[in-house]
T-cell receptor, first 112, second 113 residues
Framework: QKEVEQDPGPLSVPEGAIVSLNCTYS??????FMWYRQYSRKGPELLMY????GNKEDGRFTAQVDKSSKYISLFIRDSQPSDSATYLC????????????FGSGTKLNVKP | DGGITQSPKYLFRKEGQNVTLSCEQN?????MYWYRQDPGQGLRLIYY???????QKGDIAEGYSVSREKKESFPLTVTSAQKNPTAFYLC????????????FGDGTRLSIL
C-alpha cells in the first residue's frame, strides 16, 4: 500500500466552479500536510501547509484534514483558468527524518 | 528575490556519459533534496542533505551521486550506471528537517541522445 494515494484525474471543470481535490494516507503517525501546485515544466509551488485536523483557509483555497479518516482535501472556490495545473498533496513523516511522501498529482483543467 | 535556481533547464546525455545538474539556493536553508519526477508518478527521493558535508541516500540513489561542500549548493551527478535517466529532476530545500515545508526549483529535464 502506498503511503499517499491521489486520483490522477484529469479533472475538468467550468470557470467559477468549486473544485475538490483529495488524498488518502496510510499512516496515522503523519502530522504535517501540504498542497503544492505545479504548472507544466515548472517546479511545485507550496500552496497550503497545515498540521492539525480541521480547515485552513487562504483566499480562494481551503485545506481540510480529517485525521480520523486519514483524508486530506483542497477546495478551490471560484476556479479560474489560471488554476489549471497539477496539484500534489504531500505529507511529512516527522518520525522518519521528516521525509516527505508525495501523491502522484491530480491534473486540473478549468475551462473558460 | 530568494529562491532555488536549477540549471540547465534542459540537458541531453550521451550513452556512457556522466552529467551534472546544478542546484543553488539563497534562502539560507540547511536541508536540500533531489527528487526525480516521472509521468504519472509521485516525486521520488534520490538524495538529501541536512547539513554541509553530509548527505544520505533516498529511495532511488543507485546511479546517482551528490556533494554538499557549501550550504548554498547541492549538485547532482547522473552517472552512466543510471540506465533510465530520462526524467524531470527537481531540487528542493527547507529551513531544517522538522515540520518545515520544502520549496522547489523549476527543474531540469534530462533526456538521452
Amino acid at each position: 500500500q502506498k503511503e499517499v494515494e491521489q486520483d490522477p484525474g484529469p479533472l475538468s471543470v467550468p470557470e467559477g466552479a468549486i473544485v475538490s481535490l483529495n488524498c488518502t494516507y496510510s499512516n496515522s503517525a503523519f502530522q504535517y500536510f501540504m498542497w503544492y501546485r505545479q504548472y507544466s515544466r515548472k517546479g511545485p509551488e507550496l500552496l497550503m501547509y497545515t498540521y492539525s485536523s480541521g480547515n485552513k483557509e487562504d483566499g480562494r483555497f481551503t485545506a481540510q484534514v480529517d485525521k480520523s479518516s486519514k483524508y486530506i482535501s483542497l477546495f478551490i472556490r471560484d476556479s479560474q483558468p489560471s488554476d489549471s495545473a497539477t496539484y500534489l498533496c504531500a505529507i511529512e513523516a516527522t518520525y522518519n527524518f521528516n521525509k516527505f511522501y508525495f501523491g502522484s498529482g491530480t491534473k486540473l483543467n478549468v475551462k473558460p | 528575490d530568494g529562491g532555488i535556481t536549477q540549471s540547465p533547464k534542459y540537458l541531453f546525455r550521451k550513452e556512457g556519459q556522466n552529467v551534472t545538474l546544478s542546484c543553488e539556493q539563497n534562502l539560507n536553508h540547511d536541508a536540500m533534496y533531489w527528487y526525480r519526477q516521472d509521468p504519472g508518478q509521485g516525486l521520488r527521493l534520490i538524495y538529501y542533505s541536512q547539513i554541509v558535508n553530509d548527505f544520505q541516500k533516498g529511495d532511488i540513489a543507485e546511479g546517482y551521486s551528490v556533494s554538499r561542500e557549501k550550504k548554498e549548493s547541492f549538485p547532482l551527478t547522473v552517472t552512466s550506471a543510471q540506465k533510465n535517466p530520462t526524467a524531470f529532476y527537481l531540487c528542493a530545500s527547507s529551513r531544517g528537517t522538522g515540520a518545515q515545508p520544502q520549496h522547489f526549483g523549476d527543474g531540469t529535464r534530462l533526456s538521452i541522445l
